[in-house]
């Protein structure tokens, strides 16, 4: 088995309708994913592209967490579950493996954040 504290980690990637960030942050902590950024984002699609696909709201939060690759691939799983991702307009969410960086780098980058805010 995998030492947990050199688990390879993964970058999950959320875009959700504005104000759906907070939502979607909340579910990832309850599930083991501590670390997590939301950032805003406007898109620039004509709006008759816009009706086109669904995606009526051009506003959107945009949820950047970084977890294992065990735990980003449970809560992926359960996220499309909670969100209702799958319906058209709901969001989307996907991860990528983050090769440079494992959980004892993250633990000490996470430890000195910490410490600057002291």
Not at 4 to 16: D, E, G, R
Not at 37 to 49: D, F, P, Q
Not at 64 to 92: E, T, V, W
Request: hydrophobic letters at 40%; a negative charge.
């Amino acid at each position: 088995m995998e030492n947990s504290l050199c688990s390879p980690l993964k970058l999950m990637i959320t875009i959700v309708n504005r104000d759906d960030g907070d939502k979607v942050s909340a579910y990832l902590q309850q599930h083991g994913i501590l670390y997590s950024i939301i950032l805003l984002g406007n898109g620039t699609c004509e709006s008759k592209w816009m009706n086109l696909l669904c995606l009526g709201d051009v506003e959107k939060d945009i949820v950047f967490s970084l977890g294992d690759a065990n735990q980003i691939h449970d809560a992926l799983r359960g996220l499309n579950d909670y969100m209702n991702l799958s319906l058209p307009g709901r969001g989307i969410a996907f991860s990528i493996p983050l090769k440079s960086i494992d959980r004892f780098t993250l633990n000490h980058l996470t430890k000195l954040q910490s410490e600057v805010k002291q």
